[in-house]
């Protein structure tokens, strides 16, 4: 059974369609990674997906519970990390988890057992009796991580989690995500961190305007823009010219090729033939950056 199935889910707003649409699936187990520049959707699909908000047309499934008739089944099996946080500030951090806790209908012992857990493994527990409102935003976002597990959800939605964390909150997040994809459990992840995306997803989706206009592995996706790769390289010295077809990147320069073996070797002549020592050459691939600038119509830097 698929974790997420989604088809032809919509979502207008007076008159703006903010998902039009969209169709895709998340496999059991998968780190799934969803992109898009502001506005784009993401949200808005997270919330649908969540039972939050009502779709206006199209379907959905959460471990094969269908979102219009199976509702509270969905609900059951999925945790959230919404985009905004959701905490009650009034309420100790105990007193949040334990109120998600007696919604899901656990038992008291063993909410006072995950809680526990969650709050240390989250670098929480000696706060647990602090009112919310006064925690950082990391501190907000790690309990919010751990709201959404409390339930031991199947399916985990987190919309932009790691957003104006420090270094190591981040990293303690991703770790976490990976751990529950090692599980079996499956991560729906929104993020505008590449690099998080290319580290953690095993596929990526990116929806532009409300569309789905990739859905692929990273490093598939990677390649989908063509075999073109970066080559930058500098000098021992300043050159009098610049090299044919480079451009000057700093004290350095850079050429975009699909034929990187030959383009070295000009490189090579241009240096012997101008009394020049090659002092470093980088050739990169097509990073998830790229990609996403390409399929999302963003102006190039
Ligand atoms: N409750 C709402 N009422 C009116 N318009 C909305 C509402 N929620 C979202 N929208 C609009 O729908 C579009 C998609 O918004 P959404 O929040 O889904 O984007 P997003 O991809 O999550 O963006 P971001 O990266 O900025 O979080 C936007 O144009 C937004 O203004
Ligand atoms: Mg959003």
Same mark, same amino acid.
């Given at each position: 059974m698929e974790a997420i199935e989604v088809k032809d889910l919509s979502k207008s707003f007076n008159g703006l369609t903010?998902?039009?649409r969209v169709t895709f699936t998340v496999h059991q187990g998968e780190i799934f990674g969803f992109l898009g520049p502001n506005g784009a959707g993401k949200t808005t699909t997270v919330r649908m997906l969540t039972g939050v908000l009502k779709p206006d047309a199209g379907e959905a499934r959460v471990r094969g519970h269908? &979102?219009?008739?199976d509702l509270v089944k969905a609900k059951a099996v999925l945790g959230v990390v919404p985009e905004t946080a959701n905490a009650?500030?009034?309420?100790t951090a105990w007193g949040n988890l334990m109120l998600i806790a007696s919604l899901y209908g656990i038992p008291r012992r063993d909410g006072e057992q995950r809680a526990a857990r969650l709050l240390t493994e989250f670098g929480l527990y000696e706060r647990r009796?602090?009112?919310?409102?006064?925690?950082?935003k990391g501190m907000k976002q790690r309990l919010m991580l751990a709201m959404a597990l409390v339930s031991n959800p199947e399916v985990l939605f987190l919309d932009?989690?790691?957003?104006? &964390?420090?270094v190591q909150s981040a990293r303690a997040i991703r770790q976490k995500i990976r751990a529950l994809r090692d599980e079996g459990r499956t991560v729906f992840l929104t993020s505008h961190n590449m690099q998080e995306v290319s580290m953690l997803c095993d596929r990526v989706g990116i929806i532009n305007r409300g569309q789905m206009v990739a859905l692929e592995s990273p490093e598939i996706l990677r390649h989908r823009i063509g075999g073109t790769v970066t080559v930058e390289f500098s000098f021992d010295k300043t050159p009098s010219s610049t090299p044919p077809g480079a451009e000057r990147i700093g004290d350095a320069y850079r050429l975009y090729t699909t034929e990187p073996h030959e383009v070295i070797s000009s490189i090579m002549g241009f240096a012997t033939r101008n009394g020049l020592k090659l002092i470093s050459v980088n050739v990169q691939s097509p990073s998830l950056e790229d990609v996403f600038v390409k399929l999302t119509g963003g102006a190039p830097e």
């Open positions: 903010a998902v039009n269908d &979102l219009k008739t009650y500030g009034d309420l009796a602090s009112k919310v409102k006064g925690f950082s932009e989690p790691t957003s104006g &964390l420090d």
